[in-house]
């Protein structure tokens, strides 16, 4: 991201600070200087107090943009979805900008404090609202797609790839599409992207957890939000204890990714394989552009697909009913 985009988007984001700045002339700006909190390929955001703004990547569709932005403010989502500060994304130096209120990210120092539990409450009140017709599908499950061709072109002809393209066959190839469930189970309003850093503390009207980034918001099957966690679950990174209440919580509030009790694997099985080729794929693709050896965690998604990858044909996982 260029500095002339960063200012920019620092100016937008102290506009909603300081609407009028020629309101009080004598008066000089005690506000700190604007805070670049990410910058990505995928999107790069710029604080200001308690105003942030946040460029998309480049490409990324305006009326889309704007459908989801219109989502994230409608009352039926509120506690839900934080809130935009507009409705309307604005343009600068041909990116899309959004703009938001400020909130705490989860604290990743505090593992014990991390609130699985209130993103299960966020998720299950997210799936039970059915999506608009015309919804664009939710960007979820084309992720692992692009992660592979990622990894592919990062490391060709690299046998330390093997076990990811392996586990990657071994997906059915409906899990494989950019669309990836029949039609009835893809009514859903599906975040797209969960991971504890898309869940920020707001301090109005009552500092409680919403969900952030509606890049891959859309219509979809629900289990692919529960991927992540439960891929986490799978390969040894979250304790079962977590993950259980996780899942208990989310089936309380009336999640429909699974059933009320029982098994919630056939269901979840094949989204988590997914995201665990994701995942590994990625971790290949990034430490072969930074020049480096995966680390631990990136070595754990790895090992998983090879043990995917060497599953009994039967253990295959299958089409969701």
């Known amino acids: 991201m260029t500095s002339t985009v960063v200012r920019a988007l620092g100016a937008l984001a102290h506009g909603l600070v300081h609407p009028d700045p020629s309101a009080s002339p004598a008066r000089p700006c005690a506000c700190p200087a604007p805070d670049v909190l990410a910058d990505r390929a995928d999107g ?9 703004a946040k460029a998309h990547a480049p490409g990324t ?12 403010a409608a009352p039926r989502l509120a506690g839900v979805l934080l809130p935009p500060l507009s409705v309307r994304p604005t343009t600068r130096h041909g990116r899309l900008i959004t ?4 909130g705490a990210p989860v604290d990743p ?15 299950a009140r997210l799936h039970r609202v059915r999506a608009p017709r015309g919804l664009a599908p939710m960007r979820g499950p084309v992720k692992a797609a692009r992660a592979v061709a990622r990894m592919r072109a990062a490391r060709p002809g690299d046998s330390a790839t093997a076990p990811v393209d392996a586990a990657w066959r071994r997906l059915p190839d409906w899990a494989r599409a950019e669309e990836p469930a029949p039609p009835h189970r893809a009514v859903a309003l599906c975040h797209g992207d969960l991971h504890l850093g898309q869940l920020v503390r707001h301090p109005a009207p009552d500092g409680r957890w919403l969900l952030i980034d509606i890049d891959d918001l859309g219509r979809g099957d629900p289990t692919w939000d529960l991927a992540r966690p439960a891929a986490w679950y799978a390969a040894g990174l979250l304790p079962p204890e977590v993950w259980l209440r996780f899942l208990d919580t989310y089936r309380a509030e009336g999640g429909p990714a699974v059933p009320p009790d029982g098994d919630p694997w056939p269901e979840l099985d094949t989204a988590a394989r997914a995201l665990t080729v994701q995942t590994a794929a990625l971790a290949l693709a990034k430490s072969a552009e930074q020049r480096r050896d995966p680390d631990e965690v990136e070595r754990t998604m790895i090992d998983c697909c090879a043990r995917i990858a060497a599953l009994p044909p039967e253990l295959a996982p299958g089409r969701p009913s």
């Open 44 to 52: 790069t955001v710029v604080r200001c107090g308690p105003a942030v």
């Open 61 to 72: 569709d305006a009326p889309g943009l704007a459908a989801r932005l219109a989502l994230a």
């Open 99 to 102: 703009l938001w209120p400020y």
């Open 109 to 123: 120092d505090d593992p014990d404090a991390a609130p699985w539990e209130e993103a299960a409450v966020l998720l």
